[in-house]
């Protein structure tokens, strides 16, 4: 009873130590221990088998709502059944006899009306859903119908008519299922053996053969995915702020989304003071990030991806162009994070340059140029999608540039949009919602976001790519020969491999920093923009744009290292392999870019107004674990018979060892001979 | 819903031995002072046997599952060894410590007879080492999960704890008859107790057979069990006798059984 209470009371650090050490001296003692025989594996490994491919929808909150799932606090278990088919979940909703169950759901079946179903029956204890390989033909976006209702430009006041999307639902296609709070755990398994197995399981035990009653013992599922916060980000963050205010060791209970921006300079800039307002900047913004129902899993990333890909290359083109640094207007290359969640990376920054807290201030902006959704179709259109309330003069001239650029011998047409249409959502309306800055969002969608999954080609992307950085140059001022600008398709294959196929590549290998190395994989990262601390894709964002826009010098590691200055940032990357060795060894240098790593947390949680309408408020809960695991379990009838068969010997060894001990001068008696024992 | 299993697993295994000792052992100081010196000597020789089946495996080829399978089997007999050997111990120190208690007595008669030393420690020995052979089994079976996922006998619960039952009382007997062997130096019967210790241990690498392991355990039980009956004095007549309601008086002379309480003495 001991060792169970302590399992199951223990506090997690200390928990996992002691966890280990009495697994140790489990497995020695009851390895060596004569009478308990031969078990050599634990237990547990004879009951569960473990899902170790799994990714969990979790809690995030933001000043009013909770979104996501969570499981009870020791898991929630029930019945596997699987279900293939709508009609499937009718044994689930009503037929089946052993309730609660666990539906693992074919990813096609996981919509909104298979999930409402769900949710409202309590029958449902949780819901596994097995990835969908291939991917749903129809497209399928958890987000919703109007991403970051609220914190565009448009209200009340500043273009009322476009305001909530009533002008345009801009994601037909989001179910909105990620801002469902769902009372059960839902788990994503990536793995198909895992999922295999599971099935295999269900087949055996659970399948309802000709309709008939499955017998017990049958196979079910136990999901752990316990969140610490509830209700809201006010709620939580007050309830972590008074333990961080009394606890002596407090427990932080939700965390705010944040990570960092990306950005870089055309010419370089220094960062220690502020840009003289006569300079002029052209804001060049894409998005890094994207979400998805399960934690950092962000699979629908592609058009993320395909957009900044576009920008990395349009950049790389530019830097190429040889009068850059004479140019009268520098380019400015953003790239935000945590724009899924109502615009985390473009409100810090605009709100930085608002409060002068960054180099380049709002008045600097000479016009903003935003590469929203790029994944070119059968039609390589473009279209410039501009703000109908304010300056629709101010941006005629970037319009108008973009498509004498196209016009010039790309295979990209670039089309503006006649009607008074509202900008999709997008960066540019939080730097619109304090400035009134000329600006286009480029995207591939002339309405609605074209929301299937697209595979675009290196070429499709690096002819956008070319005519971006063309229109740029001349946007600067540039008077050179534009068309020699040219976007190489080989650097955009070298990074849609890597950011869509695997980071752990050569070409990344090479141009990280040496302690980064752990964080290439291969598969490609996670888009999900999460608590702190730069997430791998910012990383990789950063050393890319270093790469492509820096220049290689001549330093020493040492020097390196020490010399980050004002105008420029140098880093120590590891280099390609070394040709002429046998070993593994590189040849390290030095880069020396402009490209430096900005704070994208929300101003909500600088000013610590959780509540705020302004500013993004999303929080992640935190929690203890996730996992799942499959298992049998047995009938009731069995359970019953074990206690009544303990409880009858129980009562059998009372009764008789008091009978006996009262009888015990009766029964033991000793011979003569051998009485006189040892006294 | 997994409750019912865990308490249903702990009667069996524990109930007779928690029945023992509640009303053979817990009214007498003496007697709990050497059930738990008992387990503390069990305890130590299963360190022992651990440190050398450990030292061992560290030694040999992990890889090496036959070889693995080996060390089982000689870890397993060298601890049944070192626990008879921690038996012959105990012994020795329970012999000095009675001869210190005679001295202290005012009759000159020790207060605890060889006898009785001899049950309480066996059944120290007993409850230690079914503890230590389903306390994990225990554990897991609170749920939510049973064994089986894998193909194993859905009975695993069940048959743990009637085998720690049988352990129990194994242990129990073989003290009876171990101390009393050593006192009158029957070398012959201590060989026995020590084999049939091996046999027990031996028994239980036929699991999952639980046919197989079970029954020859039940029936070594009950002649082990029957055999420390007569050691510690019974017999046909004295279960005729007790049966029968009378005091069974005459030639025989009565003495501390293994299982009275001490007289006011």
Redesign the interface.
């Known amino acids: 009873?001991a060792?169970?209470e302590e399992?199951e009371m223990g506090s997690s650090c200390s928990w996992r130590i002691r966890g280990v050490t009495e697994l140790l001296l489990?497995g020695?003692?009851?390895?060596?221990?004569?009478?308990?025989?031969?078990?050599?594996n634990?237990?547990?490994r004879?009951?569960?088998?473990p899902l170790n491919r799994t990714a969990t929808c979790v809690r995030l909150m933001n000043a009013t709502h909770q979104i996501g799932c969570q499981s009870s606090m020791n898991g929630d278990?029930g019945v596997i059944h699987v279900v293939e088919k709508q009609e499937d979940v009718q044994w689930v909703l009503s037929d089946g006899p052993h309730p609660p169950y666990i539906v693992l759901l074919d990813g096609e079946l996981f919509t909104r009306g298979m999930m409402d179903q769900l949710k409202e029956s309590p029958r449902i204890s949780g819901v596994a859903v097995a990835i969908a390989k291939p991917r749903p033909v129809k497209g399928f976006s958890p987000g919703s119908r109007c991403p970051n209702d609220g914190f565009g430009v448009y209200n009340s006041t500043y273009g009322p008519q476009y305001a909530h999307c009533n002008n345009m639902e801009w994601n037909p296609l989001g179910n909105g299922l990620f801002y469902e709070d769902f009372s059960f755990p839902i788990f994503l398994l990536q793995d198909e053996n895992e999922t295999e197995v599971i099935k295999q399981?269900y087949q055996t035990y659970n399948f309802p053969h000709n309709g008939s009653v499955p017998q017990y013992?049958l196979?079910?599922m136990?999901l752990f995915s316990h969140m610490h916060a509830v209700t809201s980000t006010v709620t939580c963050m007050r309830r972590t702020s008074l333990q961080s205010t009394f606890s002596i060791n407090p427990e932080v209970i939700c965390d705010p989304l944040s990570d960092y921006n990306v950005w870089s300079t055309l010419k370089p800039i220094n960062v220690s003071t502020n840009l003289n307002s006569t300079e002029k900047v052209i804001m060049v913004a894409t998005r890094i990030d994207s979400h998805s129902m399960f934690w950092n899993v962000a699979p629908g990333a592609e058009s993320a991806v395909a957009s900044f890909v576009t920008h990395l290359a349009a950049a790389e083109a530019i830097h190429k162009a040889p009068d850059i640094q004479t140019l009268p207007k520098n380019i400015m290359f953003t790239f935000f994070q945590g724009e899924s969640f109502d615009y985390i990376g473009s409100s810090r920054m605009a709100y930085d340059m608002q409060k002068n807290k960054f180099p380049i201030r709002l008045e600097n902006i000479d016009c903003f140029l935003e590469l929203g959704q790029i994944a070119l179709t059968n039609s390589s259109v473009l279209w410039m999608h501009t703000d109908p309330v304010s300056q629709k003069s101010l941006s005629v001239e970037v319009t108008n540039l973009f498509s004498r650029c196209s016009t010039s011998g790309t295979g990209v047409e670039v089309q503006e949009i006649g009607s008074t249409q509202a900008l999709p959502p997008s960066s540019f309306q939080r730097f619109l919602k304090l400035k009134e800055i000329p600006g286009v969002v480029l995207a591939d969608h002339k309405t609605s976001f074209q929301n299937n999954y697209v595979t675009e080609t290196a070429e499709s992307l690096a002819e956008v790519a070319t005519v971006v950085a063309r229109a740029l140059y001349q946007l600067a001022g540039g008077s050179g020969n534009a068309s020699a600008i040219q976007a190489d398709p080989r650097t955009v294959t070298r990074m849609l491999y890597g950011f869509l196929v695997r980071t752990n590549n050569s070409w990344f290998q090479s141009i990280i920093k040496p302690d980064l190395k752990g964080i290439l994989e291969n598969e490609p990262p996670p888009y999900y923009i999460a608590v702190s601390k730069p997430v791998n894709a910012t990383y990789l964002v950063h050393y890319v744009l270093a790469n492509l826009t820096g220049a290689v010098t001549n330093l020493t590691k040492e020097q390196c290292l020490n010399s980050d200055g004002d105008l420029y940032e140098y880093a120590w990357v590891q280099g390609p392999q070394d040709p002429n060795s046998t070993t593994s060894s590189r040849l390290p240098f030095c880069v020396r870019s402009t490209v430096r790593l900005t704070s994208a947390s929300s101003p909500a949680f600088e000013l610590q107004d959780w509540g705020s309408t302004q500013y993004s408020t999303w929080t992640e809960s935190r929690w203890k674990e996730l996992h799942a695991?499959?298992?049998?379990?047995?009938s009731?009838q069995?359970?019953?018979?074990?206690?009544?068969?303990?409880?009858v010997?129980?009562i059998?060894?009372?009764v008789?060892?008091?009978f006996?001990?009262a009888?015990?001068?009766?029964?033991?008696?000793?011979?003569?001979d051998?009485?006189a024992?040892?006294? | 819903m997994g409750a019912a299993v865990f308490f249903g697993c702990t009667f069996i295994a524990f109930g007779p031995a928690l029945a023992l000792c509640l009303l053979t052992v817990a009214g007498d100081p003496l007697r709990v002072i050497i059930l738990v010196a008992g387990a503390f000597f069990w305890l130590v020789s299963l360190l022992l046997a651990s440190l050398i089946w450990f030292i061992s495996v560290q030694l040999s080829d992990r890889n090496d599952a036959q070889l693995q399978y080996g060390l089982l089997l000689f870890g397993a007999a060298v601890s049944v060894l070192l626990q008879e050997a921690f038996r012959f111990a105990y012994f020795k120190l329970l012999k000095k410590a009675d001869e210190g208690l005679v001295t202290l007595s005012e009759d000159g008669r020790p207060p605890i007879s060889i006898k009785q030393m001899a049950y309480v420690s066996g059944l120290a020995f007993g409850i230690i080492s079914g503890l230590f052979s389903v306390i994990n089994i225990l554990a897991d079976s609170i749920g939510p999960g049973t064994v089986g996922i894998h193909g194993d006998s859905p009975h695993y619960f069940i048959t743990s704890a009637f085998l720690t039952m049988a352990l129990v009382f194994l242990h129990t007997f073989w003290g009876t008859i171990f101390f009393d062997a050593c006192e009158k130096r029957r070398y012959g019967t201590l060989g026995l107790v020590v084999t049939s210790h091996l046999v027990t241990s031996g028994l239980t690498f036929l699991n999952p057979c639980y046919e197989a392991s079970l029954i020859p355990l039940f029936l070594l039980t009950l002649s082990t069990g029957a055999w420390a009956f007569v050691t510690a004095g019974g017999s046909l007549r004295s279960i005729h006798a007790c049966l029968s309601g009378k005091r069974k008086e005459g030639d025989s002379v009565m003495v501390y059984s293994a299982l009275q309480l001490p007289g006011e003495d």
């Not at chain 1, 020695?28 to 004569?34: K, P, Q």
């Not at chain 1, 695991?629 to 047995?634: D, G, H």
């Open positions: 009873m060792a169970i399992e489990r020695l003692l009851l390895c060596a221990l004569a009478a308990g025989s031969g078990w050599c634990s237990v547990e004879k009951i569960y088998i278990t399981c013992p196979c079910a136990q695991r499959i298992f049998l379990v047995a009731r069995l359970e019953i018979i074990t206690l009544v068969v303990g409880i010997i129980l059998i060894s009372f008789a060892t008091y006996i001990n009888k015990a001068d009766v029964l033991f008696t000793t011979p003569r051998s009485g024992v040892a006294y």
